[in-house]
């Protein structure tokens, strides 16, 4: 579904992702892991038409998209819940999911979206006319996740969702990426939150310095002594 | 307060209408998307100047003649913003100042090169005679003007609140990144909102045609006072930015009749120095919050 050949991207003079290959194939959560700072922010950015690609090549279904603006690749159905947000602070929350359908996809099916996201999370409906600046920051994340659902995405990318997030509100979050995956909706999932995230995936890869370090079936990688030394912690 | 009084406060409410109609063109282009507009002056001459064209040479009605100038101020706000600007959005302030300037004595010169730097005005059938309500009188103008301002806010409190484009506009201005990532074409947005903040000027512009004499450099008179109401009404407020006019009006009109014409000025940057001092972000901002 999602096809990535050594891809390189810069911010400025910086090379910051120094060829990366990955794949998400359909149906699938895959979970990109990495510290803080290794890169993965601005390989998701550059996934969705906000980053320098300066080298390689995305395909996704098929259609290449390595130079596709962000609203082709939103119109292809490659959606993007970003780090830390990004909600439109004083608008309402109903609001925010509205704008999440955009394209002429999205607007045919809002309804039907709109329904889906109160059922994964009751608790924004009765949020509806508050402003999303007010909420605190896991009623946000579900907000930024909820917006993603409206744009209808065919794979949904989510950057690091559980960041500044309580334990009881990161395992919320993970449990709608399971559902959002049981209706159809292939994932991939960039997580400090390591632990957590290679219960719920199928595969992984870690980066380290813009480079693949390591990738692997999810259990292959909890079972990686080298990565449970520098990453689980025992 | 005396009948002179009344009618001079009357007559500042009306004039602060147009003020705030060309203060919420203002309020969109620097409040809502950032950009420090010095050219929003010479933008309203320009619609002064469509209007008066077209009702000296065509003997066409001035508030017919308004469609017309709401038309060219789109294509001149939506191109300005869509190409020049577009390329320095994230340049400093003054990169922004220099770059609206420019587009100011363009704008300026070409309005020079054809109407000449003479005093011209645009005399309007029936509207010699001031109408009359009890021992008030009005200039008919401002009277047609003060609800055509009404009209136009009303629409554009629609346009803004109730329909996709200004969802997309309002969301872009929050946070680019999370409305590119929602499809949102952010630079056509932005181009959009730029030509409905220079259509409301060329409005608050052409309503002025039949109530003033008009010359090429007379923009500039606005210039000022209109960033004096956006700031005052707080950065991007709309509602703000009308109270703020028209507070701005009546404030010159009673002054100008109590102190004496001269005093005007003095007394608006006076009060406008005064709310500063004591509220910085203005009498209706919403304080310091950033929105990304």
């Given at each position: 579904?999602?096809?990535?050949t050594?891809l390189?991207?810069?911010?400025?003079?910086?090379k910051?992702i120094?060829?990366?290959?990955?794949?998400?194939?359909?149906?699938?959560?895959?979970?990109?892991?990495?510290?803080?700072?290794?890169?993965?922010t601005t390989?998701?950015?550059?996934?969705?038409?906000?980053?320098?690609i300066?080298?390689?090549?995305?395909?996704?279904?098929?259609?290449?998209?390595?130079?596709?603006?962000?609203?082709?690749?939103?119109?292809?159905?490659?959606?993007?819940?970003?780090?830390?947000?990004?909600?439109?602070?004083?608008?309402s929350?109903?609001?925010?999911?509205?704008?999440?359908?955009?394209?002429?996809?999205?607007k045919a099916?809002?309804?039907?979206?709109?329904?889906?996201?109160?059922?994964?999370?009751?608790?924004?409906?009765?949020?509806?006319?508050?402003?999303?600046?007010?909420?605190?920051?896991?009623q946000?994340?579900?907000?930024?996740v909820?917006?993603?659902?409206?744009?209808?995405?065919?794979?949904?990318?989510?950057?690091?969702?559980?960041?500044?997030?309580?334990?009881?509100?990161?395992?919320?979050v993970?449990?709608?990426?399971?559902?959002?995956?049981?209706?159809?909706?292939?994932?991939?999932i960039?997580?400090?939150?390591?632990?957590?995230?290679l219960?719920?995936?199928?595969?992984?890869?870690?980066?380290?310095?813009g480079?693949?370090?390591?990738?692997?079936?999810?259990?292959?990688?909890?079972?990686?002594?080298?990565?449970?030394?520098?990453?689980?912690?025992? | 307060?005396?009948?002179?009084?009344?009618?001079?406060?009357?007559?500042?409410?009306?004039?602060?209408?147009v003020?705030?109609?060309?203060?919420?063109?203002?309020?969109?282009?620097?409040?809502?998307?950032?950009?420090?507009?010095?050219?929003?002056?010479?933008?309203?001459?320009?619609?002064?100047y469509?209007?008066?064209?077209?009702g000296?040479?065509?003997?066409?009605?001035?508030?017919?003649?308004?469609?017309f100038?709401?038309?060219?101020?789109?294509?001149?706000?939506?191109?300005?913003?869509?190409?020049?600007?577009?390329?320095?959005e994230?340049?400093?302030?003054?990169?922004?100042?220099?770059?609206?300037?420019?587009?100011?004595?363009?704008?300026?010169?070409?309005?020079?090169?054809?109407?000449?730097?003479?005093?011209?005005?645009?005399?309007?059938?029936?509207?010699?005679?001031?109408?009359?309500?009890?021992?008030?009188?009005?200039?008919p103008?401002?009277?047609?003007?003060?609800?055509?301002?009404?009209?136009?806010?009303?629409?554009?409190?629609?346009?803004?609140?109730?329909?996709?484009?200004?969802?997309?506009?309002?969301?872009?201005?929050?946070?680019?990144?999370g409305?590119?990532?929602m499809?949102?074409?952010?630079?056509?947005?932005?181009?959009?909102?730029?030509?409905?903040?220079?259509?409301?000027?060329g409005?608050a512009?052409?309503?002025?045609?039949?109530?003033?004499?008009?010359?090429?450099?007379?923009g500039?008179?606005?210039?000022?006072?209109?960033?004096?109401?956006t700031?005052?009404?707080?950065?991007?407020?709309?509602?703000?930015?009308?109270?703020?006019?028209?507070?701005?009006?009546?404030?010159?009109?009673?002054?100008?009749?109590?102190?004496?014409?001269?005093?005007?000025?003095?007394?608006i940057y006076?009060?406008?120095?005064?709310?500063?001092?004591?509220?910085?972000?203005?009498?209706?901002?919403?304080?310091?919050?950033?929105?990304?």
């Amino acid at each position: 579904m999602l096809t990535i050949t050594d891809l390189h991207v810069g911010i400025g003079n910086l090379k910051i992702i120094q060829g990366i290959s990955l794949e998400v194939r359909r149906g699938e959560i895959v979970s990109l892991m990495g510290a803080n700072g290794v890169g993965k922010t601005t390989f998701m950015r550059a996934l969705s038409g906000l980053g320098h690609i300066t080298g390689g090549t995305v395909e996704f279904e098929g259609q290449d998209i390595t130079h596709a603006t962000s609203q082709e690749i939103v119109e292809a159905g490659l959606i993007q819940v970003p780090e830390g947000r990004q909600l439109f602070s004083l608008m309402s929350v109903k609001e925010n999911l509205e704008i999440g359908a955009h394209t002429k996809r999205a607007k045919a099916r809002m309804k039907e979206n709109l329904e889906y996201v109160y059922t994964l999370f009751p608790e924004l409906k009765e949020m509806n006319s508050q402003a999303a600046g007010n909420l605190s920051g896991g009623q946000q994340q579900m907000v930024a996740v909820g917006r993603g659902l409206m744009a209808d995405p065919k794979l949904l990318i989510l950057d690091q969702p559980s960041i500044g997030l309580s334990p009881i509100m990161t395992q919320k979050v993970l449990k709608a990426v399971i559902d959002i995956h049981i209706r159809g909706v292939s994932v991939l999932i960039a997580e400090q939150n390591i632990h957590d995230v290679l219960k719920i995936a199928h595969r992984a890869y870690v980066l380290e310095q813009g480079l693949i370090r390591a990738s692997g079936t999810a259990q292959e990688m909890a079972e990686n002594a080298e990565i449970k030394a520098m990453y689980l912690g025992h | 307060m005396s009948l002179q009084g009344l009618q001079s406060l009357l007559d500042g409410i009306l004039m602060g209408g147009v003020y705030a109609l060309a203060a919420l063109g203002l309020s969109l282009i620097f409040g809502v998307l950032k950009i420090t507009n010095f050219a929003h002056g010479a933008m309203m001459t320009v619609g002064m100047y469509v209007v008066f064209a077209l009702g000296n040479d065509l003997g066409l009605n001035p508030y017919l003649a308004l469609p017309f100038a709401m038309v060219l101020m789109f294509l001149i706000g939506f191109l300005i913003q869509r190409f020049p600007i577009h390329y320095i959005e994230h340049a400093p302030t003054h990169n922004q100042l220099l770059l609206t300037l420019g587009m100011a004595y363009i704008l300026e010169n070409v309005l020079l090169v054809i109407f000449t730097p003479n005093y011209q005005t645009l005399t309007v059938k029936g509207f010699e005679k001031a109408w009359r309500i009890g021992s008030l009188t009005f200039a008919p103008a401002k009277l047609i003007a003060f609800g055509v301002v009404i009209i136009v806010t009303g629409c554009v409190y629609y346009l803004l609140y109730m329909t996709n484009t200004g969802k997309s506009i309002r969301a872009s201005a929050q946070n680019e990144t999370g409305a590119k990532l929602m499809g949102i074409n952010v630079r056509n947005i932005r181009a959009i909102a730029f030509g409905i903040g220079a259509v409301c000027t060329g409005i608050a512009g052409g309503l002025l045609t039949p109530i003033m004499s008009i010359y090429p450099t007379l923009g500039e008179t606005f210039q000022l006072k209109c960033f004096v109401i956006t700031v005052l009404g707080g950065m991007g407020n709309l509602w703000g930015a009308l109270v703020s006019g028209l507070i701005i009006g009546v404030v010159e009109s009673l002054s100008g009749y109590y102190l004496g014409g001269s005093w005007s000025e003095m007394v608006i940057y006076g009060i406008f120095i005064l709310i500063l001092f004591l509220r910085p972000t203005g009498l209706f901002g919403r304080g310091n919050r950033r929105e990304n």
